[in-house]
């Protein structure tokens, strides 16, 4: 099993810039695939970022394309997602994602790993 632990949200203005943290520890071997998943209000789960183990490969939702970066860092088993130029449409439950698989994914089944999620509120 994999334990992931989100931090790094927050209650911030529009144009401001957060990192969020995902600490997974366990059988951190099985956190090859690697993603990040949001959840507004009313909304379904979308995915936002998504990076393979090398980090190498990585997938962004258009709407955070140019704005938000994922990354990792496997030594220290945790994995980021910076986000600069917020937006109120940004706010959300984050989340981190994980999977043993080495190809990632877009759909939120393809991650068996799941961490607990964080808040992220932007104000206009």
């Known amino acids: 099993q994999v334990q992931l632990e989100e931090s790094g949200g927050g209650v911030v203005q529009a144009g401001d810039s957060l990192r969020l943290s995902c600490l997974a520890s366990?059988?951190?071997?099985?956190?090859?695939?690697m993603a990040w998943f949001r959840q507004a209000p009313g909304k379904a789960r979308e995915v936002v970022a998504t990076i393979s183990w090398s980090g190498s490969k990585t997938y962004y939702v258009d709407s955070v394309k140019g704005r938000f970066t994922i990354s990792r860092d496997n030594v220290k088993k945790t994995y980021y997602l910076q986000m600069n130029s917020l937006k109120p449409e940004d706010t959300a439950i984050y989340y981190c994602?994980?999977?043993?698989?080495?190809?990632?994914?877009?759909?939120?089944?393809?991650?068996?790993?799941w961490g607990r999620g964080i808040q992220v509120t932007v104000s206009s």
């Open positions: 366990g059988r951190t071997s099985d956190a090859n695939a």
């Open positions: 994602a994980a999977d043993r698989r080495l190809e990632v994914g877009v759909q939120a089944a393809q991650y068996s790993y």
